[in-house]
Each structure stands twice: as C-alpha cells, then as structure tokens.
C-alpha cells in the first residue's frame, strides 16, 4: 500500500507536470509556429537550443540549473533581490526545470503539425480578410489538433518521469520536492520493493494508457481526412 509520502509525491509530481505542461503549451506555441514558418538563418540555432535536452544528460543540465537558480547564481541572485529566497530546491525551481527539460516533446510535435498544414489554406484565410489570430484559431488550431494531443501527453507523461534534473534542482525533500522517480528510488534503496512496484506499476500504467490514447486519437484522424 501506498505510504503518506507517496500520496504526497503522487500530488507534487502531478502538480508539477500538470503545470509544465500548460506552460509549455503556452510558450512553445508560438515558438514552434515561428519555427514552421520562418526562413530566418537563425532557425538552426533556435531548433538545436530546442532539442538540446534530448541529448544532453539530465545531470548535466541539472548542475547547470542548480548554479543559476542558486543563491550565487543570476536567477537567484534577481530573486533574493526582488525579496524572494533563491530557486534551488523549491518546487518553483522544479517547474522551471521541468520547462526547460521537456521543452523540445512539446515544441517539436506542433512543429511538426504546423509545418503540414497547406501555405494555401493560409492564403485563402488571408483573402477572405481573416486576422492572423483568426487564421490561427480557425484554421491552424483544428488542422493541428493531433501535433496538440502528441505535445501534451508527450510533455505531461515526460514531466513525470523526470528524475535526474529534478533531483539536482530540487533535491530529495518530502513533501515539497520529492517526486514519483525519487520515491520509488527511495524505497527501492530500503529494498521495499512492494511500495517500488506500486508507484513503478502505476506510472507503467498511466504512461501505456496515455500513448494508446494518442496512436488511437491520430488514427481516427487519419481516416477523416
């Protein structure tokens, strides 16, 4: 059964990805909406600055957070200036992490779904007088809607299983930074294994259910098309 900690990192871990995630729709719209429609030389740079995490071991950009978020580091310093405390080992210092980690499983997919759609819908919009916004939410939003389910789940169930820049950013802090990946280390490191394959069995779950739902949902819009 479950322990109160581990109820208690299942609500911070599903805090933390719920929240990720919006944010990551929010900002990374309309970068990945740029990034479909630029020619900009620059786009290079910004899609490896994207993609970076894909690569780059979860520690090493952890460390990196760590010092910037740290009371000597740029952000911490701001915010110990502004009246704060620095961001390291906060919740708000996880989601920020958490953001920067699993930016490119959002940006990439509506990239992805922005680029497919037809430059001439776009031009027929534009002739009938649509504004860009209306362009965007008539036109763009529904053509697109598989890129936003892809980029949500993908981007919530990544926020998830986060462990390494979490555990550098944040810590191990019960209650307040302890997340599902640390709990189940932890109880694996006291050789529990039955609360282990509780919290491990359930995250197997969640992740199997949410990627059929996605294959499921892109098929049906597959065949309508």
């Not at 520690?59 to 701001?78: D, E, M, R």
């Not at 940006?107 to 534009?126: N, R, Y």
């Not at 892809?150 to 019960?174: D, R």
Request: charged letters at 10%; one cysteine or more; proline letters at 6%.
């Amino acid at each position: 059964m479950l322990h109160e900690a581990d109820i208690s990192a299942l609500w911070i871990t599903l805090k933390l990805a719920s929240l990720t995630t919006v944010i990551l729709l929010t900002l990374g719209t309309p970068l990945a909406l740029w990034l479909a429609r630029t020619r900009c030389r620059a786009k290079v740079v910004v899609e490896a600055i994207v993609a970076l995490p894909l690569v780059l071991p979860p520690t090493v950009l952890g460390f990196y957070l760590l010092i910037a978020l740290g009371p000597n580091g740029p952000v911490g310093s701001l915010s110990i200036a502004l009246g704060g405390r620095p961001l390291a080992f906060t919740f708000t210092g996880l989601v920020i992490g958490s953001v920067l980690y699993s930016l490119p499983f959002v940006v990439q997919p509506l990239q992805d779904a922005f680029t497919a759609i037809s430059q001439q819908l776009l031009e027929v919009a534009a002739t009938l007088r649509a504004s860009p916004l209306d362009t965007f939410f008539s036109v763009i939003v529904p053509l697109a809607r598989p890129g936003f389910l892809t980029a949500t789940v993908l981007g919530f169930a990544h926020t998830v299983g986060e462990f390494g820049v979490v555990l550098m950013i944040g810590g191990n802090i019960p209650g307040r930074t302890q997340v599902l990946s640390i709990a189940i280390y932890d109880h694996v490191e006291n050789l529990e294994y039955v609360q282990a394959h509780w919290l491990a069995g359930g995250l197997l779950l969640l992740s199997f259910l949410m990627l059929v739902s996605v294959y499921t949902f892109n098929r049906r819009i597959t065949r309508t098309q």
